[in-house]
């Protein structure tokens, strides 16, 4: 699958459904995910990613990449849950989290949602890193 990514600007406002179904229809036809991060702490980075209304974490692994990982519990399934944080050093600046991101969206797209797509583009809001 080739990745194309792609920096955006981040919009003033976003619309998505809490615990929404991905539109996998709309992700093949579209082949685009938006991918917006946010400073858990000084130097962890949290991960979502959208497409359509559909919006997730994806605060994964990587191989190669150091992250950060930390136990909690969803308040909604009560359920332990286990995030990788993605850590913001010097030597893991803005071009390691971007071979980051690739890498974790190939996996969310062919492993977890079983998709095959020839190309995807992902949108970066990198802006705040």
């Known amino acids: 699958m080739k990745i194309n990514l792609v920096e955006v600007d981040t919009p003033m406002f976003k619309e998505f459904t809490m615990m929404g179904e991905p539109d996998f229809d709309l992700l093949k036809e ?6 917006s991060l946010n400073n858990n702490t000084k130097t962890r980075i949290s991960t979502s990613m959208q497409f359509g209304k559909y919006c997730v974490k994806i605060n994964f692994q990587a191989e190669g990449i150091k992250t950060h990982e930390e136990i909690g519990y969803s308040m909604f399934s009560g359920e332990r849950t286990t995030s990788h944080y993605f850590v913001r050093s010097k030597k893991q600046d803005l071009n390691v989290y971007k071979e980051y991101i690739k890498k974790v969206i190939e996996e969310v797209i062919v492993k977890i949602f079983k998709i ?3 190309e995807i583009t992902i949108e970066l809001e990198a802006k705040s890193f």
Request: hydrophobic share 35%; charged share 55%; no cysteine.
């Open 30 to 35: 579209k082949k685009t995910v938006r991918i």
């Open 116 to 118: 095959e797509l020839d």
